[in-house]
């Protein structure tokens, strides 16, 4: 059975290109559309089920490609719960693909440790079979400590599943108090997306030559470069990769300065709200004007309702982890 983790001698030719390339920028984080797995196997005449198999080979290859250039963390788009609409041999197909790769990867503990690397599944795990929940919840806290590499798996995920999802943890903080609805900003969102211990992709790579985002990381690649290759997945090269690393690296500036205006606008937006509701406040008291002081007091005091929030919002994670892993025992697959 292929390998999560590829320890491959590399040829002098790509080391040269590595070389060149980190006299650069080197993105932190790359997301990937891993998109043709169907087609390359009916252009190849072989089952799906293969087409899927070959396509996980292919995520082995590029994990080790982003690990030697420098590229801290991965996100791949493995599972979007639009695909529960396919066929249920497909779908029954890649859930037993996730029962053996899971299974797998907790046989790698060693080698995960090695190289430092996290493992986090995204999405709504709810929707998965109980003996998946277990296994993806075993690897997550299994590896939760590693720092060195992460790698986040959108396992029956969409972006706007998981922004109703956000938006209903801030519902409840709001209904329970832990938060008023002035506090309610885009930094308190993000902070309850499930991509909330991330970064932001630096570059998302769709292969397949399809040119659409799929419902993948909706909110997150608002500043990302994003690249679109023609190849299916089990044909993407590291040249590809190459290429789109050039390619985030002649449009770095402009990007960056966006990504800068942006923080520049929310810290305006941020101070002005705490003014606003600062003087709110102070009418209540039938104080007439309010100081730097006072307005310095209350972004205290917002930022302290943030806080136990989002410590709130993450023990109910936490919790629901805990859940699945206890929840069945799952059988070792032997592997192949």
């Known amino acids: 059975m292929t390998t999560w983790i590829r ?3 590399q040829s002098w030719i790509h080391k040269f290109c ?5 006299t650069g920028p080197i ?3 790359v997301a990937f559309i891993m998109d043709g797995n169907r087609r390359f196997a009916s252009k190849r ?14 995520l082995a290859e ?7 250039i420098g590229i801290s963390e991965v996100t791949v788009y ?15 197909g890649l859930m037993e693909l996730a029962r053996l790769k899971f299974t797998k990867l907790m046989e790698e503990k060693e080698l995960l440790n090695k190289h430092g690397v996290c493992i986090r599944v995204l999405g709504n795990l709810s929707l998965l079979p109980h003996d998946i929940q277990q296994i993806v919840a075993d690897a997550m806290n299994m590896t939760k400590n590693n720092n060195r590499a992460v790698l986040n798996v959108c396992f029956a995920y969409t972006a706007r599943e998981e922004i109703c999802s956000a938006m209903r943890d801030i519902a409840e903080g709001v209904d329970l108090g832990l938060i008023r609805e002035s506090d309610i900003s885009e930094s308190v969102m993000e902070k309850c997306l499930y991509t909330r211990k991330s970064p932001h992709p630096d570059i998302l790579v769709r292969t397949s030559g399809e040119v659409r985002l799929s419902d993948f990381l909706l909110w997150q690649t608002t500043y990302s470069c994003l690249s679109f290759v023609r190849v299916l997945w089990p044909e993407f090269s590291i040249w590809h990769l190459y290429a789109g690393i050039l390619q985030y690296q002649r449009n770095y500036q402009v990007i960056q300065n966006a990504i800068q205006d942006n923080k520049v606008k929310r810290e305006m937006s941020q101070r002005q709200s705490d003014v ?17 002081h006072q ?42």
């Open 18 to 22: 590595q070389a060149v390339l980190k």
């Open 78 to 92: 493995a599972f979007s719960i639009e695909n529960f609409k396919r066929s249920k041999e497909e779908v029954d």
């Open 27 to 29: 993105p932190k984080h």
């Open 276 to 292: 606003e509701c600062c003087r709110v406040e102070l009418l209540k008291t039938e104080e007439e004007s309010i100081t730097q």
């Open 45 to 58: 005449s072989i089952d799906r089920a293969q087409g899927h198999l070959m396509g996980f080979d292919k």
């Open 295 to 336: 307005v310095n007091e209350y972004s205290m005091q917002r930022e302290k309702r943030i806080k136990t929030f989002l410590g709130h919002v993450e023990q109910k994670r936490e919790q629901l982890l805990s859940k699945f892993e206890e929840r069945v025992t799952y059988p070792l697959l032997q592997s192949s």
């Open 62 to 68: 590029t994990l080790e490609w982003c690990n030697n």
């Open 7 to 9: 320890e491959s001698e």
